[in-house]
Nanobody, 121 residues
C-alpha cells in the first residue's frame, strides 16, 4: 500500500509565503514523477508543478513565484510558494507516478488527501 501525506497548508496574507511538503511511503520501487495540483471551489483540479529526476514544469500562473523540489532518497516533494495571491486559494494535492515492483514496468498514480491553502487578508 502506498500513502502520500501532505503538510504545510494554512492561512496566509496576500504576498506571504507557505511551504508544502509531501512524503510518499509504502511499497515503492521507484517514483517517476512527483507533483502538486490544486482545486479551488467550483473549479476543476489543475496542475501546479511537477518534477522528474531531470526537469520541472510549472503552470503559467505560478511561474516565478512557486518552486518545486524533490528528495529522491526520502521520496518527498516540496512546494515553496512565495508572493501568494488570493487566487492561489485552493486545496493542494500531492501526486506521485510510481512503480511498485522492479519486475513489472507498470506505473501507478497516487494522490494525497489534500491540504488547504487560504490566501486572504
Amino acid at each position: 500500500q502506498v500513502q502520500l501525506v501532505e503538510s504545510g497548508g494554512g492561512l496566509v496574507e496576500p504576498g506571504g509565503s507557505l511551504r508544502l511538503s509531501c512524503a510518499a511511503s509504502g511499497r515503492i520501487f521507484s517514483i517517476t514523477v512527483m507533483g502538486w495540483y490544486r482545486q479551488a471551489p467550483g473549479k476543476q483540479r489543475e496542475l501546479v508543478a511537477t518534477i522528474t529526476s531531470g526537469s520541472t514544469n510549472y503552470a503559467d500562473t505560478v511561474k516565478g513565484r512557486f518552486t518545486i523540489s524533490r528528495d529522491n532518497a526520502k521520496n518527498t516533494v516540496n512546494l515553496q510558494m512565495n508572493s501568494l495571491k488570493p487566487e492561489d486559494t485552493a486545496v493542494y494535492y500531492c501526486n506521485a507516478i510510481l512503480r511498485l515492483d522492479a519486475s513489472r514496468p507498470y506505473e501507478y498514480s497516487y494522490w494525497g488527501q489534500g491540504t488547504q491553502v487560504i490566501v486572504s487578508s
